[in-house]
């Protein structure tokens, strides 16, 4: 177990380094920065904004700076946060530096504003696809071959053909301007949460529901059920305690990449209903070149990527007791 | 006497082996796949798609490229019009679209032969700028089927090669390269491609003029990029499992080199599962090409794709008037050949792999 976690933090480490090193070089060889468009800038405030951020140093003291909680500054820390009381401390102790653009702001106050919103839309969505991709998934293996079936394994495989951003374009017609059941856009009420969730989850919901007909069928098919069957127990029982456990494994695994594909999908749904999470922010970075916010982001989803797929893979050893965790 | 009967014998084998037609796998998938009837209108229908994409300049629609900003979107009308000489100009509609290869050119003479002045109504209705919705999408489809097709070759290029070399190493190497895979799963593709994009997008123009690389073939190898790890895993354990068989050990003993093993004995053998990867693939990077449109990373107006369009149909979503043909239509196209593409992939999976037959992944 020691040994396991051990292991996955020294692989984590690399993942980590190499994630912000190849962003770094990536963000910093570009040409042009985050203040080249403001055209009108006078050359010694573009020297002093350079200098504040200190991109004028040479390429590896900016990185070692942004990586490790060292002052590299000979002339005390210019290298401040937003309101200039903290000096920049790295990476490593967790501070990922100002924002570019959000002049009075750190990415850490950035991230810590907006994640809540995205986790909380997140979970929504997550289970909410759950919920309906177990649901469709054990009636279509329960009801094989019948109309049922074919009918929810169509609307799984619709689910997973098309972009979210349309499911919401359609959310919007049907449920917003055609029946005015929910607010189009913002955050605040529980109202607001549901389109949203709703379109998030969709594809996820799709895709659960065609792993769990499958990993249904193939337990069902098993001489165990036979014999739970035949010494007289309720079908529901049978279904739920004895078929799900094991039918759901291909779900569980597949729950690292799903949580990780609605926080990337959030970046969407976040900016369709205008809800302030950290993917809206992510998309607006990137695009504005706010290099420092969509690097910390990056980094951020990389170590929550990681730690949830860590989850799972512990998860499953609880699950199936033929995989130890030495195993995983 | 014994030795003529073993000898008719042997003969009458000899001729019964000849006269059994040995049916290949791929003969053996064909049959499977077209019993399948879902599976097989699901390839009829991409065979329809792929082909009036490939035909785009040859049918009477109006110029996807055409504006006309005065309006606000149509809806559909169905009349065909005559637009009559003074309107249907052959050399505006050339001058109009972006690119014509000679291919294109000479369909687009066909089609004045063919069908003179006349033209298509705007049958789905028509875009905000004016434009003509029918013709954009079967515009659109040609971009969103290179895009998919080119990235997802880019992704098979580097996932096959990477997991064949890792199987039939095996050893220390093969442990390193499947970590390294393991550590690529959990990082955030997504977040790092957008990230490249935007930093690739301040270099288009130098890219064009300085080294002759259009900005979209740099977009295929990027999205190609992310969709390689599963292939690679796949094709690994596929070598694994076969590089002990006799024929790859009769290929080693005459000699052959290693790649030659990997790329002429052991890939053929991977390809079956490869297919099937591709089909499941392809509906990926088209999803993944309509996120980047949305984010106003994809393709370049007047440049047009399905992913635009649909983004397009999105935006036009406004409490005041309702424009559904514009959300729908591409959500139609789109959906329906991602769906097409998604039912064949699992026809085929249960085809050419009746072991995998009805696993996910």
Redesign the interface.
Known sequence: MIAFFLRRAL?FA??LW??VT??FV??RS???GPFSNERTLHPAIERNLQARYHLDWPLWKQYLQYIGPLNLDEAGPRFLDGDGSDPFGGVLVGDLGPSFKYRDFTVNDIIAQSLPISVALGTIALLWALLLGLATGISSALWRGTRTDVAMRLFA??G????N??I???L??LF??GLPLFP?AGWGTLRHLVLPGFALGAPFAAYIS??TR?GM??VLSQDWIRTAHAKGLPARLVVLRHALKGGIL?VVSYLGPAT?GI??GS??IE??FAIPGTGSH??NS??N?DYTL??G??IL??VL??AL?MLVDLAYTFLDPRISVEDA | MRADLEKTEAERLLREARAARGESLWFDAWRRLRNNRAAFLSLAFLAVVALGSLLAPLFPLPSPAHLDLQDEPKPPVLPWTNLGDHDWDEALYRREHWELSFFDSALVDLRATLFGTWQTGAWLGTDSKGRDLLSRIVWGSRISIQVAVAATLCSLLLGVTYGALAGYVGGRLDNLMM?IV??L????F???V???I??LN??RTTLRDEYGIEYISVFYVVIGMIYWLTMARVVRGQVLSLKNAEFIEAARVLGASTPRILFVHLVPNVLSIVIVYLTLTI?AVM?FE??LS???LGVEPPKVSW?LL??D??EA?N?VR?F?WL?AW??VA??????A???LGDGLRDALDPKLR????
């Open positions: 692989w690399l993942t190499a994630v190849v962003s990536l963000m570009v040409r042009g495989t619709t997973i053909a098309l972009p951003f349309v919401a374009g359609f919007i017609l917003v301007f189009v065609r792993l499958t069928l193939e291909p990780a926080l990337t970046l969407v900016k369709i992510f998309v990137a695009l070149r969509s690097m982001v990056t989803y990389t990527v990681y797929n | 970590r393991d550590v799963y959990s990082v955030p997504i977040f790092v957008i990230f490249l935007t930093l301040e270099y509906p999803l309509a996120f949305f984010l106003g992913g649909a983004v149909g999105t979503v409490p309702t559904w959300v591409p959500a789109m959906g329906s050949t991602l769906l593409l998604n039912i009805g696993q996910e992944r």
